[in-house]
């Protein structure tokens, strides 16, 4: 057998791919599956992956996102309000087949030689294309090229569409040639293992009720075993004059019509394939057959380049909009848009059915969607394409009488509950703790409304399903929670899951809480204005749901008292009552691929620790962080940022976000890139299952409104633009209020413009600005992190030290040490490997310097290795004396004691008591921490927290001084100070840095 040729290490975006265009000119079997979920085509409605027309069909599918499977949930232990069933999304007729024949012989790729491949996806246009020239078995020599393209406007008309296009050429074959045109049926839901991020459901696929097949078209009619689901797949064909109608089949899982010509030396001839899907459950057959075949009659008629057209001018229309680029990365911009065009692409926008979490792309997550679909994928819309956001508001609009029945399952007489994760607006989680006890749901979604309506202004929305779906989920808010007299009549919600699934069944937790704030503040915002603006159809919708202005009052009072759980040690938002109390989780992390933890702990193991899945606090302070001074929100994210693992896809977007507006534009950066190229590069390994949508939003968001600033507040748009380092600039376009506006940010500044509406005004940096139409203003970029905050002089009961680069300096003596243990072994070792060593202890420095050597030991090969170079260190420190204490230090530690400061050390080396001992400061110090006593080194906060502990003072009292970057992280994560030592640039995230100890004035950093 010749296999395709394969490419292992080759990216499927090849770097000097175009930023519209997503190439490949190698074939990696391996990774087969994978290409099919980047290369696949969706309308909203339909999605058909992106395989190969003449190969086997493999975990190549269509699918609808109408078409699902309903069963039972089996429990061995069911108790009242456990989700009785759940959905699954079936893949439906196949309609991509095209079987090549040349005479007698089938052609099989996998056993031809493959002389040339190219595959690309046009993001422009919208339009997928492929060339495979090829040698077969027989040594014939053929090209393939093959078009499709999926058109947006079929999935508003009720029929959904696929064109393709496919010319075989022959480069030196003489002979007959037969393409055979089929629907293949039979497909099974795949295998969905396991991993619970892909779900656990496996269903039969669908039943063939009937099927015909003649020169006239073929189609087949299926339906699902329980759900009482009907499709009606069709095809026909438009013809080179070479080709003729041969004959058609119809077989047991498949129906196909052959047409025959022949080919000569570089000659080609043409099939044109319309393939239409029809669905419904209430529809007679012979009605969805006739749509189907109706479509494809007309498709046949139009043909494939207008219809190309036609799809190339919805995109062009949406691509003006968005205007989204980036100069001096166009790596990153083309992942960018291939991000948003998946996005838009997959987006609900018939108004009826959902935006599933991996779109329409694959099988991942049974086709469910959750509340990531207004959090991250909605807003994205909102800002380029509001009629889809519209739509997809709809969709759960339909959706509200299964989530009143939600409600009703979980002891709530009134409103509605949205589900976690649902197809049809039922609940299908077995899991309640962190399916239905995530009541942040209606949150998300009361959030999606509020965002269309500031965006749009659309009051007519509102009076047709907006109001009627933020009135009936804010009614829920009063059922789960109470105005506690032990906290001072504040309102608390109780026993909810939020965003972060690792922390599960709390009170207060803290995203709940705001966003919930947020909602009732909303819904009744929203009361107001209809009763102002539309007092007849407001009192008709109250008379309607039996609201009245007792049961708004409630709601007004629940969100202006919310309990927001602010600790006052640490400066930042508790995550829920207990989650500060618990300790921070002791494993250590996988070394190797991307693992996430739910996969080998029990949930009460990850529940009794310290640890996030996901960004939970931090989504709060994105969202709804308005009015939370900027200082809070750099502690919070420094917090939580040390506890959070990112075992979520939606995780990386929202801490960049936030890492952008507090000034950590490093920080920032990365999470950008992380989240970039989450389904380019399969970062998270699980891409053949379907792109992640949430987080190809979360890329957008992470541009314009993490880099560019963007918030809406109270109606109005907000920005404070800064640049990454590594880019020139970036531009993007956005919707808002019927205005259509630009914004292009340069090492000069950014430009606005404003090409269509009335005037805007707009907010830059915190300063109100006027647009006009056709005029462009400019302003200077924004500080990163805005206005630094006065960070210093600040109220402080305690300094904690590193101690070597701070108090003296051992780098050299470390260093020699090291260098002499390793030239004993023959391990390469330098200064540029001793850097990586600067403020890690000694194990973790031993791991450095094997992983730089390629080598691995065992365990106790490692340690006698450690114990010699620490003997050789404790040698040599038996010269030390105070004359080696840096300048300026004696004289800080006499001041800060006379001042009544509590000292500590917070030191990464083992040796740190013999050390001060030698220095003559031992007894300066109330508490000395070493690495010895601590499970995790730095930058884990643990030994500064240990310190803090053992002076009895809360971290938000402590500074911390560090010379190391690790350090910085550390002390920040702790909730401290932080006061760098050395290099600015390396010390970024330090509230403050110094040249040298010397430098340090109590006055400048401590109150009196």
Same mark, same amino acid.
């Given at each position: 057998?010749?296999?395709?040729?394969?490419?292992?290490?080759?990216?499927?975006?090849?770097?000097? &791919?175009?930023?519209?265009?997503?190439?490949?000119?190698?074939?990696?079997?391996?990774? @087969?599956?994978?290409?099919?979920?980047?290369?696949?085509?969706?309308?909203?409605?339909?999605?058909?992956?992106?395989?190969?027309?003449?190969?086997?069909? /493999?975990?190549?599918?269509?699918?609808?996102?109408?078409?699902?499977?309903?069963?039972?949930?089996?429990?061995?232990?069911?108790?009242?309000?456990?989700?009785?069933?759940?959905?699954?999304?079936?893949?439906?007729?196949?309609?991509?087949?095209?079987? +090549?024949?040349?005479?007698?012989?089938?052609?099989?790729?996998?056993?031809?030689?493959?002389?040339?491949?190219?595959?690309?996806?046009?993001?422009?246009?919208?339009?997928?294309?492929?060339?495979?020239?090829?040698?077969?078995?027989?040594?014939?020599?053929?090209?393939?090229?093959?078009? @499709?393209?999926?058109?947006?406007?079929?999935?508003?008309?009720?029929?959904?569409?696929?064109?393709?296009?496919?010319?075989?050429?022959?480069?030196?074959?003489?002979?007959?040639?037969?393409? *055979?045109?089929?629907?293949?049926?039979?497909?099974?839901?795949?295998?969905?293992?396991?991993?619970?991020?892909?779900?656990?459901?496996?269903?039969?696929?669908?039943?063939?009720?009937?099927?015909?097949?003649?020169?006239?078209?073929?189609?087949?009619? %299926?339906?699902?075993?329980?759900? =009482?689901?009907?499709? *009606?797949?069709?095809?026909?064909?438009?013809?080179?004059?070479?080709?003729?109608?041969?004959?058609?089949?119809?077989?047991?899982?498949?129906?196909?019509?052959?047409?025959?010509?022949? $080919?000569?030396?570089?000659?080609?001839?043409?099939?044109?394939?319309?393939?239409?899907?029809?669905?419904?459950?209430?529809?007679?057959?012979?009605?969805? +057959?006739?749509?189907?075949?109706?479509?494809?009659?007309?498709?046949?008629?139009?043909?494939?380049?207008?219809?190309?057209? %036609? %799809?190339?001018?919805?995109?062009?229309?949406?691509?003006?909009?968005?205007?989204?680029?980036?100069? /001096?990365?166009?790596?990153?911009? #083309?992942?960018?848009?291939?991000?948003?065009?998946?996005?838009?692409?997959? *987006?609900?926008?018939?108004?009826?059915?959902?935006?599933?979490?991996?779109?329409?792309?694959?099988?991942?997550?049974?086709?469910?969607?959750?509340?990531?679909?207004? &959090?991250?994928?909605?807003?994205?819309?909102?800002?380029?394409?509001?009629?889809?956001?519209?739509?997809?508001?709809?969709?759960?609009?339909?959706?509200?009488?299964?989530?009143?029945?939600?409600?009703?399952?979980?002891?709530?007489?009134?409103?509605?509950?949205?589900?976690?994760?649902?197809?049809?607006?039922?609940?299908?989680?077995?899991?309640?703790?962190?399916?239905?006890?995530?009541?942040?749901?209606?949150?998300?979604?009361?959030?999606?409304?509020?965002?269309?309506?500031?965006?749009?202004?659309?009051?007519?929305?509102?009076?047709?399903?907006?109001?009627?779906?933020?009135?009936?989920? *804010? !009614?829920?808010?009063?059922?789960?929670?109470?105005?506690?007299?032990?906290?001072?009549?504040?309102?608390?919600?109780?026993?909810?899951?939020?965003?972060?699934?690792?922390?599960?069944?709390?009170?207060?937790?803290?995203?709940?809480?705001?966003?919930? #704030?947020?909602?009732?503040?909303?819904?009744?915002?929203?009361?107001?204005?209809? #009763?102002?603006?539309?007092?007849?159809?407001?009192?008709?919708?109250?008379?309607?749901?039996?609201?009245?202005?007792?049961?708004?009052?409630?709601?007004?009072?629940?969100?202006?008292?919310?309990?927001?759980?602010?600790?006052?040690?640490?400066?930042?938002?508790?995550?829920?009552?207990?989650?500060?109390?618990?300790?921070?989780?002791?494993?250590?992390?996988?070394?190797?691929?991307?693992?996430?933890?739910?996969?080998?702990?029990?949930?009460?193991?990850?529940?009794?620790?310290?640890?996030?899945?996901?960004?939970?606090?931090?989504?709060?302070?994105?969202?709804?962080?308005?009015?939370?001074?900027?200082?809070?929100?750099? !502690?919070?994210?420094?917090?939580?940022?040390? +506890?959070?693992?990112?075992?979520?896809?939606?995780?990386?977007?929202?801490?960049?976000?936030?890492?952008?507006?507090?000034?950590?534009?490093?920080?920032?950066?990365?999470?950008?890139?992380?989240?970039?190229?989450?389904?380019?590069?399969?970062?998270?390994? =699980?891409?053949?299952?379907?792109?992640?949508?949430?987080?190809?939003?979360?890329?957008?968001?992470?541009?314009?409104?993490?880099?560019?600033?963007?918030?809406?507040?109270?109606?109005?748009?907000?920005?404070?633009?800064?640049?990454?380092?590594?880019?020139?600039?970036?531009?993007?376009?956005?919707?808002?209020?019927?205005?259509? $506006?630009?914004?292009?940010?340069?090492?000069?500044?950014?430009?606005?413009?404003?090409?269509? /509406?009335?005037?805007?005004?707009?907010?830059?940096?915190?300063?109100?600005?006027?647009?006009?139409?056709?005029?462009?203003?400019?302003?200077?970029?924004?500080?990163?992190?805005?206005?630094?905050?006065?960070?210093?002089?600040?109220?402080? !009961?305690?300094?904690?030290?590193?101690?070597?680069?701070?108090?003296?300096?051992?780098?050299?003596?470390?260093?020699?040490?090291?260098?002499?243990?390793?030239?004993?072994?023959?391990?390469?070792?330098?200064?540029? +490997?001793?850097?990586?060593?600067?403020?890690?202890? @000694?194990?973790?420095?031993?791991?450095?310097?094997?992983?730089?050597?390629?080598?691995?030991?065992?365990?106790?090969?490692?340690?006698? $290795?450690?114990?010699?170079?620490?003997?050789?260190?404790?040698?040599?420190?038996?010269?030390?004396?105070?004359?080696?204490?840096?300048?300026?230090?004696?004289?800080?530690?006499?001041?800060?004691?006379?001042?009544?400061?509590?000292?500590?050390?917070?030191?990464?080396? !083992? =040796?740190?008591?013999?050390?001060?001992?030698?220095?003559?400061?031992?007894?300066?110090?109330?508490?000395?921490?070493?690495?010895?006593?601590?499970?995790?080194?730095?930058?884990?906060?643990?030994?500064?927290?240990?310190?803090?502990?053992?002076?009895?003072?809360?971290?938000?009292?402590?500074?911390?001084?560090?010379? &190391? &970057?690790?350090?910085?992280?550390?002390?920040?994560?702790?909730?401290?100070?932080?006061?760098?030592?050395?290099?600015?640039?390396?010390?970024?995230?330090?509230?403050?840095?110094?040249?040298?100890?010397?430098?340090?004035?109590?006055?400048?950093?401590?109150?009196?």
């Amino acid at each position: 057998m010749i296999q395709p040729q394969a490419a292992p290490h080759l990216p499927p975006a090849s770097a000097q &791919a175009d930023a519209w265009r997503l190439r490949q000119d190698r074939f990696d079997p391996s990774q @087969r599956r994978r290409d099919e979920t980047l290369f696949a085509l969706a309308n909203g409605s339909l999605g058909v992956r992106g395989g190969f027309e003449e190969a086997d069909g /493999g975990s190549d599918a269509s699918f609808l996102a109408s078409v699902y499977e309903k069963h039972p949930i089996h429990y061995h232990e069911r108790f009242p309000g456990f989700a009785r069933s759940t959905d699954t999304r079936l893949p439906v007729a196949d309609g991509q087949r095209i079987a +090549v024949w040349l005479g007698d012989q089938r052609l099989d790729i996998d056993l031809a030689q493959w002389l040339g491949f190219e595959r690309e996806l046009d993001l422009r246009s919208g339009r997928l294309s492929r060339r495979l020239r090829l040698r077969t078995a027989q040594g014939q020599t053929l090209e393939i090229h093959a078009e @499709r393209v999926l058109p947006f406007d079929a999935a508003t008309s009720g029929v959904d569409l696929l064109a393709i296009r496919y010319r075989v050429e022959s480069i030196d074959y003489s002979g007959p040639l037969r393409l *055979a045109s089929a629907i293949e049926c039979g497909h099974q839901a795949a295998e969905q293992g396991d991993d619970p991020r892909i779900g656990v459901a496996v269903s039969e696929g669908l039943r063939l009720l009937s099927a015909q097949a003649d020169e006239l078209g073929a189609h087949v009619l %299926q339906s699902t075993r329980h759900s =009482n689901l009907r499709v *009606a797949c069709a095809q026909a064909h438009r013809l080179d004059d070479g080709l003729g109608f041969g004959s058609a089949e119809r077989a047991d899982e498949h129906v196909l019509q052959r047409y025959d010509g022949a $080919l000569q030396p570089g000659a080609s001839l043409t099939l044109e394939k319309f393939v239409a899907y029809a669905s419904g459950s209430g529809s007679e057959d012979s009605e969805l +057959v006739e749509r189907a075949t109706h479509k494809v009659a007309r498709a046949v008629a139009a043909g494939f380049d207008a219809l190309a057209a %036609q %799809q190339a001018a919805a995109l062009a229309e949406f691509w003006d909009g968005a205007e989204l680029s980036i100069d /001096g990365d166009a790596s990153a911009e #083309q992942a960018l848009r291939f991000n948003l065009f998946h996005l838009l692409q997959s *987006a609900g926008r018939d108004g009826v059915n959902g935006t599933a979490a991996k779109g329409l792309t694959g099988e991942g997550y049974e086709g469910h969607y959750f509340w990531d679909t207004e &959090a991250f994928m909605l807003p994205v819309m909102v800002y380029t394409a509001p009629e889809v956001a519209r739509a997809m508001l709809h969709a759960r609009y339909l959706a509200l009488e299964p989530a009143r029945r939600h409600a009703r399952e979980m002891n709530h007489p009134r409103g509605a509950l949205f589900p976690w994760r649902t197809i049809t607006g039922g609940e299908c989680s077995a899991h309640y703790p962190s399916g239905s006890a995530a009541y942040h749901i209606n949150a998300a979604v009361a959030y999606a409304v509020g965002l269309y309506l500031d965006a749009t202004g659309d009051i007519d929305f509102l009076l047709e399903s907006g109001a009627e779906v933020l009135f009936e989920t *804010a !009614r829920i808010w009063p059922q789960i929670g109470h105005f506690n007299p032990r906290r001072g009549g504040a309102f608390c919600i109780h026993e909810v899951t939020g965003p972060d699934e690792y922390t599960a069944l709390v009170d207060n937790n803290f995203y709940t809480n705001r966003m919930a #704030q947020q909602h009732l503040l909303r819904a009744v915002q929203v009361w107001q204005r209809l #009763q102002s603006e539309r007092p007849q159809q407001a009192a008709a919708l109250a008379a309607r749901l039996q609201l009245d202005a007792h049961e708004v009052d409630t709601w007004c009072r629940a969100g202006e008292t919310m309990f927001l759980h602010y600790d006052e040690a640490l400066g930042i938002y508790a995550q829920d009552d207990t989650f500060l109390d618990k300790p921070r989780w002791p494993f250590p992390k996988h070394e190797g691929e991307h693992r996430p933890l739910l996969l080998d702990f029990h949930p009460l193991t990850l529940y009794r620790h310290q640890v996030c899945k996901q960004a939970d606090v931090i989504m709060a302070l994105v969202l709804a962080g308005d009015g939370i001074p900027a200082e809070v929100k750099r !502690r919070s994210f420094d917090y939580y940022e040390a +506890v959070t693992t990112h075992d979520s896809t939606l995780s990386a977007s929202v801490f960049g976000i936030l890492a952008s507006e507090v000034g950590h534009a490093e920080q920032a950066a990365k999470y950008f890139a992380e989240n970039l190229r989450v389904d380019l590069d399969d970062l998270h390994g =699980n891409t053949d299952h379907g792109v992640h949508m949430a987080a190809l939003a979360g890329t957008w968001l992470g541009l314009v409104s993490g880099f560019a600033g963007l918030r809406a507040v109270d109606g109005a748009l907000h920005f404070a633009p800064t640049l990454p380092s590594g880019w020139n600039g970036y531009g993007f376009g956005l919707r808002w209020q019927g205005r259509r $506006l630009r914004l292009r940010v340069s090492r000069d500044g950014v430009e606005y413009s404003l090409f269509e /509406g009335e005037p805007l005004a707009i907010a830059h940096e915190g300063r109100r600005v006027e647009l006009s139409r056709n005029a462009s203003l400019r302003a200077p970029l924004a500080a990163p992190g805005g206005p630094a905050p006065r960070a210093f002089p600040r109220p402080a !009961r305690a300094l904690i030290f590193d101690l070597d680069g701070v108090l003296t300096d051992t780098a050299q003596t470390h260093y020699r040490a090291w260098k002499r243990m390793a030239d004993e072994e023959g391990f390469p070792f330098d200064e540029q +490997v001793n850097e990586l060593l600067k403020g890690v202890d @000694r194990m973790a420095s031993l791991d450095i310097i094997l992983r730089h050597a390629g080598r691995v030991l065992g365990r106790d090969e490692k340690l006698a $290795l450690a114990e010699r170079k620490n003997a050789y260190y404790v040698e040599a420190i038996q010269e030390v004396t105070p004359k080696d204490l840096f300048a300026g230090v004696e004289r800080l530690l006499e001041r800060a004691r006379a001042r009544g400061l509590k000292l500590g050390l917070a030191s990464a080396s !083992r =040796n740190a008591g013999a050390l001060l001992e030698r220095l003559g400061i031992a007894d300066r110090f109330d508490y000395i921490a070493d690495s010895a006593r601590i499970a995790r080194a730095k930058p884990d906060p643990e030994i500064f927290l240990t310190v803090a502990a053992a002076l009895g003072v809360p971290p938000s009292h402590c500074i911390g001084v560090e010379d &190391a &970057a690790a350090g910085v992280v550390a002390i920040k994560s702790a909730g401290m100070a932080a006061v760098g030592i050395g290099d600015a640039l390396a010390l970024a995230r330090a509230d403050a840095c110094l040249p040298d100890v010397a430098s340090f004035d109590l006055d400048a950093f401590v109150l009196p």
